[in-house]
């Protein structure tokens, strides 16, 4: 029976780069870089959800053909991947925090059905839907 998912790919341009906009910018730590066989396990996950990781991972051989990954990398330069939902108590709050930290935002947090939501992007180009849902 399926219990859990522990790691999620979010595929990166620069990993060092990556590794610094996720923990210095956007509060992640570090789970765990190592590399094996020539690729790099870079993995990390918010202080309060200990059993979801996140893998930065560069889209290059032996995970991808070369023309594979140059394709991948493409389409995370021209912003077209999306990384997620993140969820916050406070969207407005985070906003400001986080765009004084040089995050850059596609949109200002707006009211949805669904909560209040802004959009950013990461060092790479991939987008994030910041989320408070109602009564948070």
């Known amino acids: ?43 990390v996950g ?34 077209s991947m999306a990384g997620g939902v993140i969820e916050t108590d406070d969207c407005r709050a985070a906003y400001e925090d986080l765009k004084a930290k040089g995050v850059t935002f596609l949109q200002p947090p707006a009211d949805r059905p669904y909560g209040v939501e802004a959009l950013f992007r990461d060092d790479s180009g991939n987008w994030f839907s910041l989320t408070q849902r109602p009564n948070s």
């Open 1 to 43: 029976m399926l219990k859990r998912i522990l790691h999620v790919n979010v595929f990166v341009l620069d990993q060092d780069r990556a590794k610094d906009f996720y923990t210095q910018k956007l509060g992640f730590e570090v789970r765990t870089d190592t590399t094996m066989d020539g690729f790099r396990w870079l993995t």
């Open 46 to 79: 918010l202080k309060g959800q200990p059993d979801l990781n996140i893998l930065l991972a560069h889209p290059a051989p032996p995970m991808f053909s070369e023309e594979d990954a140059r394709s991948l990398r493409e389409l995370i330069a021209k912003g």
